[in-house]
């Protein structure tokens, strides 16, 4: 299920501030969800003054967005192969994204950076000074958006300060065939998690991915090992893709109501 609270302008500094980041001449991941949005239409207002880039879109949902702003697109298949130009990097936001704490003066030791009208530091006493595992999924989008994420040189993060924390503990979103659906529930169970069937908000019945599965929205409390986690859910027979993302992720950029702070690896 989608994650809610974070400012629309802390959303908009994040997106922006990653669409910076991308240079003329490239391939460019175009992740889902509202503050990937804010990095799309950033990207379109670029390329209207110049910027020479295409995207790969991960969901229907950010490619008409692109579309409308007018990016270029290439599908998946086109950028990624034997003769293709590769994907340079990918822009997407988090569900949640684990990280790690800073020093009681908000600054930080690995090279991060703070941009806009005054210090990031004034707005919170908690930052990142690491880049940790991710969890995505909230648009039911999380199987194209590792794709892309995965295959892309570089993977830019994009959220507001309520996505972080320290321990990942929000539902994991299972993508699963329809067929598997109870089976699946049942490994998860005796993984110790407690899978809920997403349904649809204006629609009777379940979310239906945009590759025709359905989604288990799975909690499994505090998150202690990410990585073995997803090794577990990965190799359940059944599940087409989770939405844990680990060591995937090169930069995080926090938007804030006064600008943006920037983690690296």
């Known amino acids: 299920m989608k994650t809610s609270g974070g400012s629309d302008a802390a959303k908009r500094h994040a997106g922006a501030s990653a669409a910076e980041a991308v240079a003329d001449g490239e391939v ?3 992740g889902t969800g509202s503050t990937a949005a804010h990095a799309i239409r950033r990207l379109g207002e670029r390329v209207d003054s110049g910027l020479d880039v295409q995207g790969v879109a991960t969901s229907f949902a950010s490619r008409e967005l692109a579309a409308e702003c007018g990016i270029p697109l290439l599908d998946l298949d086109e950028a990624v192969g034997p003769d293709a130009p590769g994907i340079d990097v990918a822009i997407d936001g988090a569900d949640q994204v684990a990280v790690g704490a800073a020093g009681s003066d908000g600054t930080r030791s690995d090279g991060t ?10 707005g ?5 000074t690491g880049v940790g595992p991710l969890i995505k999924g909230g648009g039911a989008a999380h199987a194209r958006e590792k794709l892309v994420d995965a295959a892309a040189d570089r993977f830019l993060v994009v959220a507001d300060p309520s996505k972080e924390a320290l321990v ?3 539902s994991v979103p299972v993508e699963v065939l329809p067929a598997g659906r109870t089976a ?5 169970r005796a993984t110790g998690g407690e899978p809920t069937l997403r349904r649809a908000e204006r629609k009777d019945g379940p979310v239906v991915t945009d590759n025709g599965n359905l989604v288990l929205d799975c909690a499994f409390g505090e998150i202690d090992d990410p990585a073995a986690l997803a090794t577990r859910l990965s190799t359940t027979p059944g599940v087409v893709e989770h939405g844990i993302f680990v060591g995937l992720a090169d930069e995080v950029h926090v938007g804030t109501e006064t600008g943006v702070r920037v983690t690296r690896r």
């Open 28 to 30: 460019v991941g175009l």
């Open 184 to 188: 699946v529930a049942e490994a998860v």
């Open 168 to 170: 990942l503990d929000r």
């Open 124 to 128: 919170s006493s908690e930052a990142a």
């Open 113 to 122: 950076r703070s941009d806009g009208a005054g210090s990031d530091s004034a």
